[in-house]
């Protein structure tokens, strides 16, 4: 079936440092690739996502790349901070449709000060 | 504008008890979804309504989870008889119709089976 494959399960960092999380997909009709992040005790939101017409897309300190060839994305934080700590999941789906996202088991990163 | 918000936030039950966890979508919605995480693990899928039709339920355990979301506001997840393996975080999120792909998430039911 659809899976969604996720690494590192967790990632520890130094505050200023980049942090890299990668995923892959089975689902060659996955056109929409969303990153969630969860906050300590809160509700996952949507930090970024990227489509299948674009390779990169960044906003601030985050990035994320899409190779629909080798079917993998990831995700890079630089400069990362004490605020970045969470759980991150990437997920992918066809929106437009019926919206279904199938995620990742996550990502917990730690950014310590 | 009010968020996505589950009920209850966390309950704690004996095997073989039922629990009804439930999820009011932002306002306007028409897709609602289910998805579980078992500690450690995936957001799994689980089912999704389109308005109160059921769209895809491919996600569902077993025949002791029933979704149901009459009128196409409000939906209820019943477990009966509740199992071990069936703790974990239940999240509800919710999308509009002519969607741009996010998910709008609730803060979750963290269901514990003992």
């Known amino acids: 079936g659809e899976n969604v494959e996720q690494h590192p399960s967790t990632l520890s960092v130094q505050e200023g440092d980049s942090a890299v999380i990668k995923c892959t997909y089975s689902?060659?009709?996955?056109?929409?690739f969303p990153w969630y992040k969860q906050e300590l005790g809160k509700r996952p939101q949507l930090i970024i996502d990227?489509?299948?017409?674009?390779g990169e897309k960044k906003d601030q300190r985050i990035a994320v790349t899409l190779n629909k060839t080798a079917k993998h994305f990831s995700l890079h934080i630089t400069e990362t901070q004490p605020e970045d700590s969470a759980v991150y999941f990437c997920?992918?789906?066809?929106?437009?449709?019926?919206?279904?996202?199938?995620f990742g088991a996550g990502t917990r990163l730690a950014v310590h000060p | 504008e009010a968020g996505v918000t589950q009920f209850p936030s966390h309950s704690v039950i004996e095997k073989g008890q039922t629990v009804t966890l439930r999820c009011d979508p932002i306002s306007g919605h028409d897709n609602l979804y289910w998805y579980r995480r078992v500690m450690g693990k995936e957001i799994k899928f689980l089912l999704h309504f389109v308005k109160e039709s059921k769209q895809d339920e491919s996600g569902m355990p077993n025949n002791r989870f029933l979704a149901e979301r009459t009128g196409g506001t409000y939906s209820t997840l019943k477990v009966q008889p509740a199992e071990l393996e069936d703790s974990g975080v239940y999240f509800c999120?919710?999308?509009?119709?002519?969607?741009?792909?996010?998910?709008?998430f609730g803060e979750g039911s963290r269901l514990t089976v003992l």
């Open positions: 997920a992918g789906g066809t929106p437009g449709g019926y919206n279904k996202l199938i």
């Open positions: 999120a919710s999308s509009q119709r002519v969607s741009t792909g996010e998910l709008f």
């Open positions: 990227i489509r299948s017409n674009v």
């Open positions: 689902d060659s009709a996955s056109n929409y």
